[in-house]
């Protein structure tokens, strides 16, 4: 069974903080990494997608990747309020199936 | 206009009902996907189409039956529900399959009474 492993949370921090949230898998033959943004009452919204080693920026967002430690996070630079979440990460072993994580909630405070 | 646009937004119906789901996608893609999330779960994989072939059955119940007619509409054919079905379902698409970005649409809550 592959599976998607995050810390449901919350994570709390102040605003302007980095918010950091980490996902592992077990599937080694995972090749696409996704990060999605659910607000409560809402559906998932795509806000990162990462394919190789390495981080990727975007704006407040960087996605990080370390596929030998079966790692991916999400920072979250300069944290707003409006960015309080759940945040789910996703995983693609190059078939047709995306596994989800159970998400971790993040609450910025001002 | 969204990308992905699921009706009804809202669903009641009773374990003996008979109702449909519709899914409509405007960007192109190729590759369709029913999720169901329950409260305290991970969105959980129920079916998948890539251009218009079912690539993925996820052990789903027969009551459940999805059809897509072309790579542009998904249905998920419901038929004799049980109260634990009551989730909030998901229809998503991408490019060409799951290596693809997925996007979502706002979804339909049901529930079965």
């Known amino acids: 069974q592959k599976e998607v492993e995050q810390n449901s949370g919350p994570l709390s921090v102040p605003e302007g903080a980095i918010a950091s949230l980490n996902c592992t898998y077990s599937?080694?033959?995972?090749?696409?990494f996704f990060w999605y943004r659910q607000y409560s009452g809402k559906s998932p919204e795509l806000i990162m997608s990462?394919?190789?080693?390495g981080d990727k920026e975007d704006g407040r967002f960087t996605a990080q990747l370390n596929k030998a430690s079966q790692y991916v996070s999400l920072l979250i630079r300069d944290s707003q309020p409006s960015d309080s979440a759940t945040y789910l990460c996703?995983?693609?072993?190059?078939?047709?199936?995306?596994?989800f994580g159970t998400g971790t909630r993040l609450q910025v405070f001002p | 206009e969204t990308g992905v646009t699921q009706t009804p937004r809202h669903l009641v119906m009773g374990m003996t009902n008979k109702k449909s789901l519709k899914c409509e996608q405007h960007?192109?893609?190729?590759?369709m996907y029913w999720y169901k999330q329950s409260a305290k779960k991970p969105l959980e994989l129920m079916f998948v189409?890539?251009?218009?072939?079912?690539?993925e059955n996820n052990s789903v119940p027969s009551r459940f039956s999805p059809e897509c007619p072309n790579s542009s509409h998904l249905f998920l054919h419901l038929h004799t529900l049980q109260p634990e079905d009551s989730a909030l379902y998901l229809c998503?698409?991408?490019?060409?399959?799951?290596?693809?970005?997925?996007?979502f649409g706002q979804g339909t809550r049901l529930t079965v009474v």
């Open positions: 189409y890539n251009f218009k072939e079912q690539t």
């Open positions: 990462i394919y190789s080693n």
């Open positions: 599937d080694r033959g995972s090749q696409s």
């Open positions: 960007l192109g893609h190729n590759a």
């Open positions: 996703a995983v693609n072993d190059n078939t047709d199936k995306l596994i």
């Open positions: 998503a698409s991408s490019l060409a399959g799951g290596r693809d970005e997925a996007f």
